[in-house]
C-alpha cells in the first residue's frame, strides 16, 4: 500500500490487511487506525515498511501515577528508510480530535508525578529489561527502544475530559495516549539468555496470538509474566508498593491456556518481596492487544522470533480473549465467545487452588489437565512463578521444579507433590477455589502423608503450620483415598447450614442439640470473617450476614468431643 503525500487512510473498527510493505511516503502521508481498527501485514522476513509518514494508533492505560503499566510500542521512529526503527517515549501524543494529536510534555527528571490535563509523562519511570543486563536499564525521554523492547511506565494523576470517539482521554486512572511512527512488521528478533527474565510484549499495530508466539518460542520456557499492582497504593517508595506477577501458560497452543492471578507482596527498600497481601486479577490472555508489555525468561542462550504469522485481527475484549487489563471479579469464569470459531475454543480442564499465606496475601495454583501433557515438564504448559516467595508459598513441584500451573494428563490415581516454603515459622490455609470442565471429580484430597490423613478440600479447607524451611515429601493431591471419613460425614447429617439472602442470616439447624463450642466463618481464601464460642446445645441459630461481601464462604462448626462439621454456603446480599 503506498500513501501519497497529504493524503490519509483512516481505518475504523476494520481490518487492513496488507500483503507486502506500506509506504507512507511523506510528513504529511497518514494512516489512522481508530475504534479498535487494527492492520495486519504479511511480510515474510524483514520489514519492508518506509516512508516520513506515520501510522497513529490509541490504546489506554491501566494504572495512575503511582502504578505501572508494562508497554511494546507498535511503531517506531519516522525514518524514510526500510524496516523497523527505534521508539522514543516523545512520539506519544495527547489525543485532541479523531485525526489531530499534541506532543506530551516530558516532564523534568526530579518530578514523579504525570499529568493526565495537559498530558505530561514522568521519564523517570521509563526503564526496560533487555537479555543484555541482569538488572533494569533506564530508558528516560531520550533513549530508544527497539522492535520489540518492552518498557514500564507509570501513568498519570487527574482526569482529561476531552473525549473522541466516545472515549474519553483519562476518566480517572485510565490514561489514552497516541503512538505515533512508522508500523513495525515483519520478524522481529528478541534476545534471551538462560533463566534470564526479559521485558517484551506486542510489537504491531494489531493482536497478536501470544499462545501461538509462546508455543513457538523454543529458546523461552513459553510462559509470560504479568506485573499487577494494588491500585490503591498512592506511593512511589518501592516499600509501599503491593504487586506482583501474573502468569500465562498457553497449554501448548491448546486450547484458551491458563492464567494464574498475581501474588501482591510487599517490599523493602532494595525490591525484596518481605509478604504476601493480597491477589490480583484474573484475565484473559490468549491475544496480546496493540501495546501489551510482559516478561518472558529464557531456556537457553538465543533468540525468540516475533512474526507476522502471529498477527490476528482480534479486538480488544474479555469474550474475545484479549485484555490489557479489566476489573471485573476475578473468579469469575472465563467464557467462550460464540460468535468466532477460531478463538471459541474449550477452557482447559482444570482445578484452581487458593493458599492463604500467613492469613495475608493469597497464591492461586492450577492443576491443568491435557492429553497431550506428560507428569514431566512440558515445554509453553508448565509455568514456575516469576520468582519463588521464601517468606511464605505454595506450589506444586516437579522434578524439584516450583510451579503455579502443573500441565498433566487427567487420571484419578494421580498423586501430586505440593511444596510449602518459609524461612520462619508460617500458618497456611488451602482450599479449592474453582473446578472447570471436570464433572467427573467426586472429590479433591490433601494427603498428609505423615500423619496419612485425607481432607476433601473441595468443600473445607486444610490448615497447617509450618516451621521455617522447604516442605516438598510430606503434602499432596489426590482424588481418591482408602480412608473413610465417617466421623465427619455424619457430623455433616447432624447440622443443617443455609443462608436466608432475604433476612440476610445465616441459619444452623441442630436437631440432636449436640453442644457446640465454636462456630467460625470464613471467606473462600480462608480468611476469619466472624467467630463465636460456648453456643451451647439449642435446635437453631441465627446470625447477621448483612455486613459481608457477596460470594462463597465456608461454615465450620466445632463439637464439645472435638468433632468438627464443614459446609460452603453462597451469600447474594
Given amino acids: 500500500m503506498f500513501v501519497s503525500p497529504n493524503s490519509s487512510v483512516y481505518v475504523s473498527n476494520q481490518v487492513v490487511y496488507i500483503q507486502q510493505a506500506l509506504e507512507l511516503n511523506a510528513a504529511t502521508s497518514h494512516f489512522y487506525l481508530r475504534k479498535d481498527g487494527q492492520l495486519v501485514q504479511a511480510t515474510p522476513a524483514l520489514s519492508a515498511n518506509q516512508g516520513l509518514g506515520s501510522l497513529s494508533v490509541y490504546q489506554e492505560g491501566s494504572s495512575d501515577n503511582y502504578q505501572y503499566n508494562y508497554w511494546c510500542s507498535p511503531v517506531g521512529g519516522n525514518v524514510a528508510t526500510a524496516g523497523n526503527s527505534g521508539f522514543t517515549i516523545t512520539q506519544l501524543m495527547d489525543v485532541a480530535s479523531v485525526t489531530n494529536s499534541t506532543p506530551v510534555t516530558i516532564l523534568a527528571s526530579n518530578n514523579y508525578d504525570g499529568t493526565a490535563s495537559p498530558l505530561a509523562i514522568a521519564p523517570y519511570w521509563i526503564w526496560k529489561l533487555p537479555s543484555t543486563s541482569s538488572n533494569w536499564v533506564f530508558v528516560g525521554s531520550s533513549n530508544t527502544l ?39 512488521d515483519g520478524t522481529i528478533a528478541i534476545p534471551v539468555l538462560l533463566d534470564q527474565l526479559v521485558l517484551t510484549g506486542n510489537p504491531y499495530p494489531s493482536a497478536i496470538d501470544l499462545a501461538a508466539f509462546l508455543t513457538d518460542a523454543t529458546n523461552s520456557t513459553g510462559i509470560a509474566y504479568y506485573w499487577e499492582q494494588d491500585k490503591t497504593n498512592a506511593s512511589h517508595y518501592i516499600a509501599n508498593y503491593l504487586g506482583g506477577y501474573g502468569t500465562y501458560s498457553p497449554m501448548g497452543g491448546s486450547g484458551n491456556g491458563v492464567y494464574t492471578p498475581a501474588t501482591f507482596y510487599s517490599y523493602d527498600g532494595y525490591g525484596n518481596p518481605v509478604a504476601a497481601t493480597g491477589m490480583g486479577a484474573v484475565y484473559e490472555r490468549k491475544f496480546a492487544p496493540i501495546g ?231 471467606d473462600i481464601v480462608g480468611k476469619l470473617v466472624f467467630s463465636k464460642t460456648k453456643l451451647g446445645a439449642d435446635l437453631n441459630y441465627t446470625f447477621s450476614s448483612s455486613g459481608w461481601s457477596d460470594g462463597i464462604y465456608i461454615v465450620q462448626l466445632e463439637t464439645k468431643d472435638k468433632i468438627r462439621s464443614t459446609q460452603k454456603i453462597s451469600i447474594h446480599n
Avoid: W
Fill in 146 to 184: 527497539q522492535a520489540g523492547e518492552g518498557f514500564t511506565m507509570k501513568g498519570t494523576s487527574g482526569t482529561n475530559t476531552n473525549t473522541v470517539n466516545g472515549v474519553q482521554n483519562n476518566p480517572g486512572a485510565k490514561q489514552r495516549y497516541d503512538f505515533r511512527g512508522k508500523p513495525n
Fill in 292 to 522: 501489551q508489555g510482559f516478561m518472558i525468561r529464557g531456556s537457553a542462550d538465543g533468540v525468540v522470533e516475533m512474526k507476522n504469522s502471529y498477527r490476528k485481527y482480534v479486538k480488544e475484549a474479555k469474550a474475545n480473549l484479549s485484555e490489557f487489563e479489566r476489573n471485573a471479579n476475578a473468579n469469575k469464569t472465563p467464557k467462550k465467545n460464540a460468535t468466532d470459531t477460531a478463538i471459541a475454543d474449550a477452557i482447559t480442564p482444570q482445578i484452581r487452588f487458593n493458599a492463604l499465606l500467613n492469613n495475608q496475601g493469597v497464591r492461586q495454583i492450577v492443576l491443568a489437565f491435557a492429553p497431550n501433557a506428560t507428569d514431566g515438564m512440558d515445554h509453553a504448559m508448565d509455568a514456575a512463578p516469576a520468582g519463588l516467595n521464601v517468606v511464605a508459598d505454595v506450589c506444586f513441584v516437579v522434578a524439584d521444579n516450583e510451579l503455579v500451573v502443573n500441565a498433566l494428563p487427567f487420571d484419578l490415581d494421580k498423586k501430586i507433590p505440593l511444596e510449602f516454603s518459609n524461612n520462619m515459622q508460617a500458618n497456611f490455609k488451602i482450599s479449592v477455589n474453582q473446578i472447570l470442565n471436570l464433572d467427573q471429580l467426586d472429590a479433591v484430597y490433601l494427603h498428609d502423608k505423615i500423619a496419612d490423613t485425607y481432607l476433601d478440600i473441595k468443600e473445607n479447607f486444610f490448615e497447617v503450620v509450618l516451621p521455617a524451611g522447604v516442605n516438598k515429601t510430606q503434602f499432596e493431591i489426590t482424588f481418591k483415598t482408602d480412608r473413610v471419613l465417617a466421623v465427619n460425614e455424619l457430623a455433616k447429617q447432624d447440622f443443617v447450614m443455609y443462608q436466608n439472602n432475604e433476612t440476610k442470616n445465616i441459619t444452623i439447624n441442630n436437631p440432636l442439640q449436640k453442644e457446640l463450642v465454636s462456630c467460625a466463618v470464613y
